[in-house]
């Protein structure tokens, strides 16, 4: 049996308790605000999962950073994210280090340090793009892995979601500017909180052989209302070092939302969507001259959880080599986010020198 400490007992911290518990792993929930634990006890996990689970420990999380656990798991605000994980990588050494998405802020504070410090402790880190571990990405993997589509031409991604679902999730916040999610410069706006795009775009890329992005243009809708200030709309293209180009879109405006890939070959097609029905998950693909075939996936909420914390288990066992959710992974679609930014503000399209780290010079 495993056992994870939990940092931030809002929507996230739930899910992951919740998860790990299907799966018998001891959970300590734990959060720097008496009220949220209260809440995450009397409100959101019995909202969500029927009943409270009294085996779960709650605990103040400035009282137990240095508790021992096989898996850390920061899921707060982004711009708290950077101090808490080193703080767990300097103090508690778990097995893995799994930090929310997106890792901090355009200005990249604290990525190339965090990198640093994981490979100092010996700890293996990831970051919670868990669309990468969904079952509907497993299939589109394996039949871009078959060869049968021939060679990429274009991939396309987008998370498109009204953030009205967001605050639906969280009764006890009153709007955007009640978060981070009214500040792109703290990881909200689109950009931040929807780039399970970019990150899905990237995934892909790697799959398909195409390597790392080089090349950023983005356009960024941007919001200045009542002291916010966040990108409400993304709209960007990407071209990698195989000269691979495609595009994302990212919004906090649609509704109903469209969560959506596809990977376009020059003898066929996948496409990926999650949540394409009520309950089910959807690929859908074809190779030229047959008719296209559609996998619904069934899945809950929850599943997509479930699944995240039996990868924890897959790797804590040794069973997986290449993670897609790991930091460097992370990392890179941070590198994404900031190049995006800055293209928006220079109005011209920038380059990623990867040689130079996880750092603004790396965008030039
Ligand atoms: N991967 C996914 O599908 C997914 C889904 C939802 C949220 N997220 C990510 O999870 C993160 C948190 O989002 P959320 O919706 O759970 O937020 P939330 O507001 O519901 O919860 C955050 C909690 O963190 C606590 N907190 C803040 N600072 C803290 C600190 N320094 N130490 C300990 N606790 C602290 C707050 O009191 C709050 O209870 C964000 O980065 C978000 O993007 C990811």
Not at 119 to 143: E, M, P, Q, S
Not at 308 to 336: C, Y
């Given at each position: 049996m495993?056992?994870?400490?939990?940092?931030?007992?809002?929507?996230?911290?739930?899910?992951?308790?919740?998860?790990?518990?299907?799966?018998?792993?001891?959970?300590?929930?734990?959060?720097?605000?008496?009220?949220?634990?209260?809440?995450?006890?009397?409100?959101?996990?019995?909202?969500?999962y029927?009943?409270?689970?009294?085996?779960?420990?709650?605990?103040?999380?400035?009282?137990?950073?240095?508790?021992?656990?096989?898996?850390?798991?920061?899921?707060?605000?982004?711009?708290?994210?950077?101090?808490?994980?080193?703080?767990?990588?300097?103090?508690?050494?778990?097995?893995?280090?799994?930090i929310?998405?997106?890792?901090?802020?355009?200005?990249?504070?604290?990525?190339d340090?965090?990198?640093?410090?994981?490979?100092?402790?010996?700890?293996?880190?990831?970051v919670?793009?868990?669309?990468?571990?969904?079952?509907?990405?497993?299939?589109?993997?394996?039949?871009?892995?078959?060869?049968k589509?021939?060679?990429?031409?274009t991939?396309?991604?987008?998370?498109?979601?009204?953030?009205?679902?967001?605050?639906?999730?969280?009764?006890?916040?009153?709007?955007?500017?009640?978060?981070y999610?009214?500040?792109?410069?703290?990881?909200?706006?689109?950009?931040?909180?929807?780039?399970h795009?970019?990150?899905?775009?990237?995934?892909?890329?790697?799959?398909?052989?195409?390597?790392?992005?080089?090349?950023?243009?983005?356009?960024?809708?941007?919001?200045?209302?009542?002291?916010?200030?966040?990108?409400?709309?993304?709209?960007?293209t990407?071209?990698?070092?195989?000269?691979?180009?495609?595009?994302?879109?990212?919004?906090?405006?649609?509704?109903?939302?469209?969560?959506?890939?596809?990977?376009?070959?020059?003898?066929?097609?996948?496409?990926?969507?999650?949540?394409?029905?009520?309950?089910?998950?959807?690929?859908?693909?074809?190779?030229?001259?047959?008719?296209?075939?559609?996998?619904?996936?069934?899945?809950?909420?929850?599943?997509?959880?479930?699944?995240?914390?039996d990868?924890?288990?897959?790797?804590?066992?040794?069973?997986?080599?290449?993670?897609?959710?790991?930091?460097e992974r992370?990392?890179?679609?941070?590198?994404?986010?900031?190049?995006?930014?800055?293209?928006?503000r220079?109005?011209?399209?920038?380059?990623i020198?990867?040689?130079?780290?996880y750092?603004?010079?790396?965008?030039?």
């Amino acid at each position: 049996m495993y056992s994870i400490r939990i940092v931030g007992a809002g929507s996230i911290g739930n899910h992951l308790a919740h998860a790990a518990r299907t799966r018998g792993w001891q959970v300590t929930l734990t959060d720097i605000d008496p009220v949220a634990l209260a809440r995450a006890r009397d409100e959101i996990y019995p909202g969500r999962y029927g009943k409270w689970d009294p085996e779960i420990v709650l605990k103040r999380s400035v009282d137990s950073m240095r508790d021992e656990a096989d898996v850390v798991f920061i899921g707060t605000p982004p711009d708290t994210h950077m101090g808490l994980a080193l703080e767990a990588l300097a103090n508690a050494r778990p097995k893995i280090l799994l930090i929310e998405k997106p890792l901090a802020g355009p200005d990249l504070a604290g990525c190339d340090e965090l990198l640093r410090a994981a490979g100092k402790a010996g700890v293996f880190c990831a970051v919670g793009y868990n669309h990468c571990l969904g079952k509907n990405t497993v299939l589109t993997d394996r039949i871009l892995g078959k060869g049968k589509l021939g060679q990429p031409q274009t991939i396309s991604t987008r998370t498109r979601e009204h953030w009205a679902g967001i605050f639906n999730a969280h009764p006890w916040l009153s709007g955007p500017p009640d978060s981070y999610l009214g500040f792109s410069a703290r990881g909200g706006g689109a950009s931040g909180e929807h780039s399970h795009a970019i990150n899905l775009w990237q995934h892909f890329a790697h799959v398909v052989g195409a390597g790392r992005v080089v090349e950023i243009s983005a356009t960024l809708d941007m919001v200045a209302d009542g002291g916010m200030a966040y990108d409400r709309a993304a709209f960007i293209t990407l071209t990698t070092e195989s000269g691979l180009t495609g595009d994302v879109i990212q919004d906090v405006v649609t509704l109903p939302a469209e969560k959506s890939a596809r990977i376009q070959c020059d003898k066929g097609f996948v496409e990926w969507s999650s949540n394409a029905t009520a309950g089910a998950d959807m690929v859908r693909f074809a190779s030229s001259g047959e008719a296209a075939e559609e996998v619904m996936i069934k899945k809950t909420r929850a599943d997509d959880f479930i699944w995240e914390v039996d990868h924890l288990a897959e790797i804590m066992g040794g069973r997986v080599g290449n993670s897609p959710i790991s930091i460097e992974r992370g990392l890179d679609t941070m590198l994404v986010i900031a190049a995006a930014h800055q293209s928006h503000r220079l109005g011209r399209r920038v380059r990623i020198d990867w040689a130079r780290g996880y750092v603004p010079d790396a965008i030039v």
